[in-house]
């Protein structure tokens, strides 16, 4: 059933769903709330099961004076001269989030009677204690969204197969990599807002961020899903593309790719301002987003696992397996 379709089951799977939903969904905002300086907004009261009249889940809100890009630009693209200032905000409430890491990989539930906050499963288990596990639990519960006969129909006709085949085994893949992939494997673990775009960023009129929104999906997650650029700047890894989108030498030849792959350089320097800003040090104890960022290999496994769970696009998934080496 699509989210679109709340009412046809009000007593069944969409309440479920809309009550553990909306019960993260207040725990994070809680959370960010009470330990950071991310604006998000004040919720009063929420309903997530169907005992009132409405019989729909509900949130009431304390208003936030923006738009989000789309519905000021109508594309999800910050307009050129904003996108300075902007990139560098969003940078700031990036390491912020880094900053915010909790000792299993999972949703927040609620806050306990002590003060500190619960955690919840995932639709395919946890709490997880280690991003082995998580990754272990992942591969075993995923495969590709898109039958055999829609991939060889989506694809160049001399690639078909190797495609087929790639969304065919690329979970088996991470099963067996998963106790390498991480690099810190036991945490903790930061909180991940998985549709950080500008879509459920809200800015006033001179693109200056006031809010961001839509925190229902978010979870304390391994550092490799977490350390993934802002939607507004993301690439496919190069290893899952075609290969006349790149030369023989790794570099894109596409000029909206070449833009954005510089728009990412200028985004991990306005981590690294970020970071000194607050303070972060990396060093044996302590793991920085600009240091995740930078690590390519796993950058690039994390993005191709979220490529594969969401976008439903034929990629090359083995080709980047079998060029990582990591250590």
Request: glycine share 6%; net charge negative; hydrophobic share 40%.
């Amino acid at each position: 059933m699509s989210s679109d379709e709340p009412c046809e089951e009000p007593y069944g799977i969409q309440w479920d769903l809309a009550e553990e939903n909306t019960a993260c969904e207040v725990a994070i905002n809680a959370l960010l709330r009470e330990r950071t300086t991310i604006p998000v907004p004040e919720i009063y009261a929420y309903e997530a099961e169907d005992e009132y009249g409405v019989h729909a889940p509900f949130m009431l809100m304390k208003a936030m004076k923006g738009n989000t890009v789309p519905d000021l630009t109508g594309s999800p693209e910050v307009p050129e001269e904003h996108f300075a200032n902007f990139a560098e905000r969003i940078a700031e409430i990036h390491v912020e989030l880094s900053t915010l890491q909790m000792p299993k990989i999972g949703p927040i539930a609620g806050k306990d009677s002590d003060g500190t906050y619960a955690q919840s499963i995932l639709w395919f288990g946890g709490p997880f204690s280690t991003a082995t596990s998580y990754f272990h639990a992942w591969s075993s519960h995923h495969t590709f969204a898109l039958p055999e006969a829609k991939i060889r129909a989506c694809a160049p006709p001399e690639y078909g197969d190797v495609l087929v085949e790639s969304a065919k085994h690329f979970p088996a893949a991470i099963q067996e990599l998963a106790p390498k992939i991480s690099a810190r494997d036991s945490g903790p673990f930061p909180i991940h807002h998985p549709d950080f775009g500008t879509w459920n960023i809200l800015v006033d009129d001179n693109f200056k961020v006031v809010g961001i929104i839509d925190w229902d999906a978010a979870f304390a997650a391994p550092w490799e899903a977490f350390a993934q650029f802002p939607l507004f700047i993301s690439n496919a890894p190069r290893q899952l593309e075609l290969p006349w989108f790149y030369d023989d030498e790794g570099n894109p030849t596409d000029p909206d790719t070449i833009e954005t792959y510089e728009k990412r350089k200028q985004y991990i320097e306005a981590v690294k301002r970020a970071e000194g800003k607050m303070g972060l040090v990396g060093d044996g104890h302590e793991y920085l987003l600009s240091m995740a960022l930078e690590d390519t290999q796993r950058h690039a496994i994390g993005a191709a696992i979220h490529s594969f769970t969401n976008e439903h696009r034929p990629c090359f998934f083995m080709k980047l397996v079998e060029e990582l080496d990591l250590k």
